[in-house]
């Protein structure tokens, strides 16, 4: 009897400081982006650089990698983008970048007689391209016609696939999704997530008195793709033997943790909404 008052008591207080988060989390992604300008600047910035400083952490428990020069390459690309240089610029730092991390273990072999250039050039380099770019996509997409409404139902597709999945997953789910990768994912979750992230861009075209093909476009992206975009971070932990990315969030792990389902929606809603359709 004690041992199941403390294990309510405990179910209780994590619910608790994962929801006090999730508000708070809420509320800076959406006060962001209805204020754009500077703040979305500073919030898909700080985001990023922390998300990118957990993917460090994750590729570090194999090898040892120069993150700094990995965060000081995302915000000079930030700031490119908050110029609209980020086109022009993007190319060129990602190859700098790699030319100094080739320069580091050059270095180092010569003083230690040891390197670890290959681990460190494809970790630094991917970090950037799987977790910064995105959010630059998503920082861009805010000046975009529309970019506001599109960054909206982003947001509220992902939020809605998550707790959908989780929701229906853990009612009814038992046929695994891809147990060797995410054991607790399940195909009931994985159509409960579509059909949450369908009716989340159904609710914001009806909010905001738009037609809603836009919409459950973006609801199919963030449905699909964002959950084996979860599945992406899954593997990596799984192959480092860690359970979240990080401590930063309570009751949600790591930031890369909360916001890994939206890295790939964001650049497929960027790629078609942003690209092709401006």
């Not at 915000?75 to 790699?98: D, E, H, N």
């Not at 072999?109 to 630094?124: C, D, E, K, M």
């Not at 891809?178 to 949450?196: D, I, Q």
């Amino acid at each position: 009897m004690e041992l199941s008052k403390f294990d309510l008591s405990r179910f209780k207080t994590e619910n608790t400081r994962r929801m006090i988060s999730g508000i708070f989390i809420v509320l800076l992604i959406v006060g962001g982006i209805l204020s754009g300008g500077l703040l979305w600047f500073f919030a898909t910035l700080i985001i990023s650089v922390l998300s990118l400083w957990e993917y460090y952490q994750l590729i570090s428990e194999k090898a040892h990698i120069s993150r700094g020069l990995g965060v000081l390459a995302s915000i000079a690309l930030f700031l490119s983008a908050m110029k609209g240089l980020f086109y022009l610029y993007v190319g060129p730092v990602l190859a700098i970048t790699a030319f100094f991390i080739l320069l580091i273990e050059i270095v180092r072999r010569q003083y230690t007689g040891v390197s670890n250039a290959i681990w460190n050039l494809s970790g630094i380099l991917s970090g950037i391209i799987y977790v910064v770019l995105p959010w630059i996509f998503m920082f861009n997409l805010r000046t975009y016609p529309r970019g506001l409404y599109i960054l909206l139902a982003l947001f509220m597709c992902t939020w809605s696939c998550d707790v959908f999945a989780y929701l229906i997953g853990t009612r009814w789910g038992k046929n695994p999704l891809c147990e060797n990768v995410s054991p607790k994912k399940t195909w009931e979750g994985f159509w409960g997530g579509l059909a949450g992230s369908l009716l989340g861009g159904a609710v914001v075209a009806y909010s905001l008195g738009f037609p809603p093909s836009i919409f459950i476009l973006i609801g199919l992206i963030c449905g699909i793709a964002g959950q084996f975009g979860d599945l992406g971070e899954s593997i990596l932990k799984r192959e480092v033997g860690l359970k979240d990315s990080g401590e930063m969030i309570p009751g949600h792990g790591g930031v890369l943790d909360r916001f890994d389902s939206i890295l790939i929606s964001a650049t497929l809603t960027y790629l078609i909404f942003g690209v092709i359709m401006s």
